[in-house]
């Protein structure tokens, strides 16, 4: 079984092939084409029981590019690893390539100082403002926050400005 950091430096043809890919019809944008072609993709990482799927796209290729990413999110956003390994730099951009490994990390150190932002902030070596600021970019991320720092009643952060 192959641990979820290395799942997430795979390329798409490598995490491909750890996959299992189903292509459908579904409804949506491209008209006619939509009904006729099985361009929709759903792409499921069985190891770890998660899936994700994309036909926002007419070509079935970019659908299984989109899902690939969605999944990689996915992971990031729901397998957490300890001990916590921060993130090789501070910033990242939401559309970059590591941007799923950058978020599992960052939210690894997050788990393991027990949902407290001030604690997690601190062993980042950043402001909790700062630390605030990059959860709340991702509007995903920030739901998955408030999510998780409900269900354990702690406090939440204000969102910031």
Request: proline share 7%.
């Amino acid at each position: 079984m192959m641990k979820r950091d290395d799942i997430l430096r795979l390329d798409d043809a490598q995490l491909s092939a750890c996959c299992k890919l189903e292509f459908y019809k579904d409804s949506g944008p491209g008209g006619q084409k939509r009904n006729k072609t099985s361009s929709a993709a759903r792409v499921t990482l069985p190891e770890f029981g998660i899936s994700a799927t994309d036909c926002t796209e007419r070509s079935q290729v970019r659908n299984r590019a989109n899902a690939l990413k969605k999944l990689r999110v996915t992971l990031a956003l729901t397998v957490r690893e300890t001990p916590a390994v921060p993130p090789e730099r501070l910033e990242c951009s939401l559309t970059h390539a590591d941007y799923p490994l950058y978020l599992a990390h960052l939210l690894d150190v997050y788990s393991e100082n027990n949902w407290d932002f001030k604690a997690a902030a601190a062993v980042l070596g950043i402001s909790a403002t700062a630390f605030v600021k990059k959860l709340y970019k991702d509007p995903v991320v920030w739901q998955m926050v408030l999510k998780e720092l409900t269900a354990r009643n702690l406090p939440l952060p204000k969102p910031p400005k």
